[in-house]
């Protein structure tokens, strides 16, 4: 459910909250967890060693989607070695039987590598929903700052404990720089 302003009916995204150190945002992102918000992000310039956890990350499937598609690369691999030496082009040499399953080893390797980084890369971008060109936090003017020197907090519109002036003062009571809101 987003909240719409009075004035002009425009949706709301979320409420965000400006840092000036990751400190203040990891200990604002942990208060906001401990408040029940669970619909939240947060922006740095670098990466922030329990940042994820605070925000409430969970993991995804992509690590079993991947060691599903080395499998597959794997098992592929090696078939295609076995269907070349023994069914499609048979050939002894030096005396080996056909199916001469040591020298499959690197093609199995390679199979499985090839798939799997193929697979992972798909999935990271689909389970991440990117390519994203626009976002609403693109909205705020401040944001600008985030690549650079910016710590932010967003409280998004669509958590269920989510009241425009209730968050806005919850917010403003973690000491941020400003807090903003961020139209959809």
Known sequence: MLETRATGQVEIY?????????????????RAREAGYCE???????????????IGFRRTLIEKIVFAAGLLGATGGFMLCW??????????????????????????????VLVSCIVAVIGMLMLNGLPQPYHPVFNVKEFERASRDRFFLCIEARDP????????????????????????
């Open 161 to 184: 404990r989510f009241h425009t002036d209730a968050t806005r003062e919850f917010l403003e009571s973690l000491k941020p720089l400003e807090v903003m809101e961020v139209e959809s």
């Open 40 to 54: 939240m992000d947060a922006y740095t310039p670098l990466p922030i060693e329990g940042l994820a956890e605070a």
């Open 14 to 30: 979320g409420l965000m909250a400006e840092f000036d150190n990751p400190e203040s945002l990891l200990a604002a992102a942990e």
């Open 83 to 112: 269907w070349m030496t023994v069914v499609a082009y048979p050939h002894i040499v030096a005396g080996r039987p056909l199916n001469s399953w040591p020298a499959y080893i690197p093609i199995t390797f390679e199979s499985m």
